[in-house]
Nanobody
Framework: QVQLVESGGGLVQPGGSLRLSCATS????????MGWYRQAPGKQRDLVAT???????NYADSVKGRFTISRDNAKNTVDLQMNSLKPEDTAVYYC??????????WGQGTQVTVSS
């Protein structure tokens, strides 16, 4: 069992920035993937960004050029730097890790609200 602890959500004005961080209870060195998803009210949970092993990150089209995902296997963390935030980025953001292709763990979620 892998425990995930997320931090960094909050309220920010449009155009502002936030950084989300997710710490894992196990070594992430051999994890298949680490990433972030989000779920807005009344909508499905969608991929925001993910890193599979040491490959280049994969981003949703809606966040390309604004969000940056980073994975630190020495610290067992995956972070999401969010810049130029828009009201439509408002959602609960969930950390996701897959130690292998067939196993899946989720964080508890952290609220991000973009509003003036």
């Amino acid at each position: 069992q892998v425990q995930l602890v997320e931090s960094g959500g909050g309220l920010v004005q449009p155009g502002g920035s936030l950084r989300l961080s997710c710490a894992t209870s196990a070594s992430s060195f051999n994890f298949y993937s680490m990433g972030w998803y989000r779920q807005a009210p009344g909508k499905q949970r969608d991929l925001v960004a993910t890193i599979i092993r040491s490959a280049s990150p994969n981003y949703a089209d809606s966040v390309k050029g604004r969000f940056t995902i980073s994975r630190d296997n020495a610290k067992n963390t995956v972070d999401l730097q969010m810049n130029s935030l828009k009201p439509e980025d408002t959602a609960v953001y969930y950390c996701n890790v897959k130690p292998s292709y067939y196993t899946n763990y989720w964080g508890q979620g952290t609220q991000v609200t973009v509003s003036s």
